[in-house]
């Protein structure tokens, strides 16, 4: 047989194939996986819009950046990374549907990575908001943003890890934002403040960062965030409570671990001059057992307790120093950034 007589024979059986069988339906081609991310797709992505963004720099000039955005409320509201929207009091949303609409920048809270913009003009579908501490490993989850301007892009991964942590700095105050999620969905440039989903469309976190080749994170979407979130909202800052010290863990004595029943408290490496804590009478190398009746075994435990309503309240705290178990009481102030 020639190489042309091949090639006619290989055109017939494909016609034939092709009339014989007509190939999978739409339902058929897709499998669990693909009907969970398409799903997921579809309620989503009209609630995501693409951010654009023009900040003043040094000398007058403007620098142009990009991002992305949730919608939480059907009258405007969406929440974003707090890093987009840096430097900057308004932009325009760009929405699935084709509306360019503009926006201001309602509250900004660095030390959270989260902030609230609301849409002028707007009737917006929002995405309903999960819950990520009910997330586990190896779920499915789904990240819409706009990655590279690319508007309505959707990536989907797993949930590679939990429990993940990254430094935040607003310039004068620094924290740890806790419980962060860690997924394998690609991240990319214009992904942050865009939406992490779960399998049922629901908001689990608010992409933020990539943290290294096939990893990305996001602040998860908890009863700590939504705090956070409302108080944005309602009043465009979140309030925290500071005493003033800076500390880590360490080894309780073995004699105090075992009348406290606990092993570890939280070592007192500085005091920071006229603070709430200098007042009350902490000094280096104190060892804080618990704040206001909550045990505390490393700084995490200190700064979740650091909220806006125990500022002006006379908290008991005690201590171990030289041998000695000590009650001090201290009150928290508010931190200003």
Request: proline share 5%; glycine share 12%.
């Amino acid at each position: 047989m020639s190489s042309i007589q091949f090639v006619d024979a290989l055109l017939a059986d494909a016609d034939r194939d092709q009339r014989a069988d007509p190939g999978p339906s739409d339902d058929e081609a897709l499998d669990a996986y693909s009907r969970v991310v398409s799903g997921v797709a579809e309620r989503v992505i009209g609630s995501v819009a693409s951010l654009r963004i023009s900040r003043r720099l040094p000398g007058g000039r403007q620098a142009q950046g990009s991002g992305s955005a949730a919608a939480i409320t059907p009258d405007g509201f969406l929440v974003t990374s707090a890093h987009v929207v840096e430097g900057t009091d308004k932009g325009r949303a760009s929405m699935a549907d084709g509306r360019e609409l503009r926006f201001e920048v309602v509250g900004r809270d660095a030390l959270s990575d989260l902030a609230v913009i609301r849409a002028s003009g707007a009737d917006l579908e929002p995405v309903s908001l999960g819950n990520a501490d009910r997330l586990r490993v190896g779920q499915l989850v789904v990240a819409v943003g706009n990655p590279m301007g690319l508007a309505g892009s959707v990536t989907a991964g797993v949930v590679s890890a939990l429990g993940r942590s990254f430094p935040t700095s607003d310039g004068r105050a620094s924290r740890l934002v806790e419980n962060v999620i860690q997924t394998d969905a690609a991240l990319n440039p214009g992904n942050s403040g865009g939406a992490l989903v779960d399998g049922r469309g629901s908001m689990v976190g608010v992409n933020t960062a990539v943290a290294g080749i096939g990893l990305g994170l996001a602040v998860p979407i908890n009863a700590t965030t939504r705090r956070i979130i409302a108080a944005l909202m309602r009043e465009g800052r979140f309030r925290r409570a500071f005493i003033g010290i800076a500390g880590g863990s360490r080894p309780l004595p073995p004699r105090v671990a075992q009348v406290l029943d606990r092993t570890a408290g939280v070592e007192v490496v500085q005091v920071v001059d006229g603070s709430p804590a200098a007042r009350a009478g902490l000094r280096n190398e104190d060892l804080i057992i618990d704040l206001d009746g909550v045990a505390v075994t490393d700084a995490g435990d200190l700064q979740r307790l650091m909220v806006g309503e125990r500022i002006g309240r006379p908290l008991p705290l005690r201590a171990f120093r030289g041998g000695e178990l000590l009650e001090l009481t201290v009150v928290p102030a508010e931190l200003q950034h």
